[in-house]
């Protein structure tokens, strides 16, 4: 059973930065694919940053390239989210998500993850 907990999220305006992390434990971190997801008011849930423990490389989606970085710890079993440059339309509740295994399907599908944190909300406005 994976267990993830969330940082706690925030408020910060326009431009501004916040750090998210999260904790996983109950499954070796090597063999653990992780994504952030967010959805936001009236929005379907969606996929932000993926990593796999196993290896270095990282994904994005569009809307947040060259703005929030995933990285991880291995010995910490923890995997980050640092946000830059925080635009209103970032606003959202963010959440951390786990895959056991090897491979995934499809990293950007939420029901490809078997584990979920119960989200954290951030919000950006003036």
């Known amino acids: 059973q994976v267990q993830l907990v969330e940082s706690t999220g925030g408020s910060v305006q326009p431009g501004g930065s916040l750090r998210l992390s999260c904790v996983t434990s109950?499954?070796?971190?090597?063999?653990?694919?992780v994504a952030w997801f967010r959805q936001g008011p009236g929005s379907e849930r969606g996929g932000v940053a993926v990593?796999?423990?196993?290896?270095?490389?990282?994904y994005y989606a569009d809307s947040v390239k060259g703005r929030f970085t995933i990285a991880k710890d291995n010995f910490r079993m923890t995997v980050y989210l640092e946000m830059n440059n925080l635009k209103p339309e970032d606003t959202a509740k963010y959440y951390c998500?786990?895959?056991?295994?090897?491979?995934?399907?499809?990293?950007?599908?939420?029901?490809?993850?078997?584990?979920w944190g119960r989200g954290t909300q951030v919000t950006v406005s003036p």
């Open positions: 990593i796999y423990g196993g290896s270095d490389n990282t």
């Open positions: 998500a786990a895959h056991p295994g090897q491979r995934v399907i499809d990293k950007w599908l939420p029901r490809q993850y078997d584990y």
């Open positions: 109950g499954y070796p971190f090597e063999r653990l694919w």
